[in-house]
């Protein structure tokens, strides 16, 4: 069930730069680098739609809007640690595989 949520490629990367606090569109798109702005789109608003993010739009020109994790979304956070730890454990070897 919680693959559900955050699988895939981006979502985990998306979730790991908002730990630090609310960020804009810009600035996601920046981080996590190699995403298309389509697929970022499409990821933001399955996260939102999920209870994972919240998207506040300040209606200002030009367009404001910025994305930020929820309580909810912090809980997903602190269970993706461990896998996080597992994988910098094992880089060289998920590298080694990746290049397969």
């Known amino acids: 069930m919680a693959l559900a949520v955050v699988g895939g490629k981006w ?3 998306i979730l790991f730069h ?5 960020r804009r569109f810009g600035e996601l798109r920046r981080l996590v680098h190699g995403i298309s702005e389509k697929v970022l789109i499409q990821h933001l608003r399955e ?3 999920d209870g ?3 998207r506040t ?3 200002k020109v030009p367009p404001r ?10 809980t997903l956070a602190t269970a993706l640690m461990p896998l996080c730890a ?8 998920v590298d ?4 397969l």
């Not at 597992?86 to 070897?93: F, P």
């Not at 080694?96 to 290049?99: D, G, L, M, T, V």
């Open 52 to 54: 994972i993010l919240s």
């Open 57 to 59: 739009d300040y209606r």
């Open 86 to 93: 597992w994988g910098d454990a094992n880089r060289g070897r």
């Open 47 to 49: 996260l939102e739609r």
């Open 65 to 74: 809007v910025d994305y930020a994790m929820t309580e909810f979304g912090r």
């Open 11 to 13: 979502k985990p990367l």
């Open 18 to 22: 908002l730990g630090s606090g609310p």
């Open 96 to 99: 080694a595989i990746q290049r």
